[in-house]
């Protein structure tokens, strides 16, 4: 009978050691919760929405009431953290018991307005980025075009160039034909004036021995020689003379072309003849 009394008191006074625990701790939950409310509250108040909404989402975590909920929506609305103020709105709306009319309806146009916002961000956002992926596309199409610009012209300088250069080659080419046949032209005539000289010469001496001649056959023979004498110094004359007219007319006239490259060209005696002598 004692026994059964002591375990009766025994249980007695573990059960109210428990309750006296459990009342411990939810004393010290409320007072938590009242302190993280009232630091929330503080922190809303002077303007630092996004703390004071991480404060009270603290709150709710020592104690789910749904009442927090929508000041917690509030306080990210405010901060501009649209997501996390549409999620806790939505939240509250959703909470099965410890909801206000008001709030709700509130709830609800918050929610509207903030879909409305997101969607008007995202839409500009978009726009935004379109924008800049147009500008960027436009520039580097700027760019290639630019670079296609200029890789046409300088392959229309390098043709120019090509061609120029080719002209003044083919000038130089012609000008120094036309030296050798001035050159040799005239060297022929030379060679035609002083055979025209030499037998000019030789038909004047045999005149002279025409003249001293005694008989008839001496005087038939340097006739004979006289005459073919003086017209072969005749052709020469002539021939020679239409040789140096040619070479004078044949010569190519003022300086030769150069290139502007720094290249110029000029005609130096060379061994056998003449050449092409470039400096750069």
Do not use: C
Not at 236 to 263: H, M, N, Q, R
């Amino acid at each position: 009978m004692v026994q059964s009394r002591l375990m009766r008191l025994g249980l007695a006074v573990l059960l109210g050691a428990l309750s006296f625990a459990s009342a411990a701790r939810a004393a010290g939950s409320e007072a938590r919760f009242k302190a993280l409310l009232k630091e929330g509250e503080r922190l809303y108040l002077a303007a630092k929405y996004h703390d004071a909404a991480e404060m009270l989402v603290k709150a709710y975590g020592v104690k789910p009431d749904h009442r927090v909920v929508y000041n917690i929506a509030r306080a990210y609305d405010q901060a501009g953290d649209l997501q996390e103020s549409m999620k806790y709105y939505e939240l509250y709306i959703d909470s099965p018991s410890g909801t206000d009319p008001t709030l709700l309806k509130r709830s609800s146009e918050a929610i509207e307005r903030l879909k409305d916002t997101i969607a008007k961000a995202e839409a500009k956002a978009k726009a935004e980025a379109d924008a800049k992926a147009k500008a960027e596309a436009d520039a580097k199409a700027a760019e290639e075009r630019a670079k296609a610009k200029a890789e046409a012209d300088r392959q229309a300088r390098a043709d120019a160039e090509s061609a120029r250069r080719a002209q003044v080659t083919a000038v130089l080419l012609s000008r120094q034909h036309r030296r050798i046949l001035a050159y040799t032209t005239g060297g022929l005539g030379l060679i035609a004036v002083g055979g025209g000289v030499l037998f000019g010469v030789k038909a004047s001496s045999d005149h002279n021995k025409f003249v001293q001649a005694q008989d008839v056959a001496a005087k038939d023979t340097y006739v004979s020689k006289v005459q073919s004498e003086a017209l072969i110094a005749d052709i020469g004359f002539g021939v020679g003379a239409a040789a140096l007219v040619t070479a004078v007319i044949a010569y190519p006239k003022g300086a030769d072309p150069s290139y502007e490259t720094g290249v110029s060209v000029s005609w130096v005696p060379v061994p056998g003849g003449i050449g092409l002598a470039g400096t750069f």
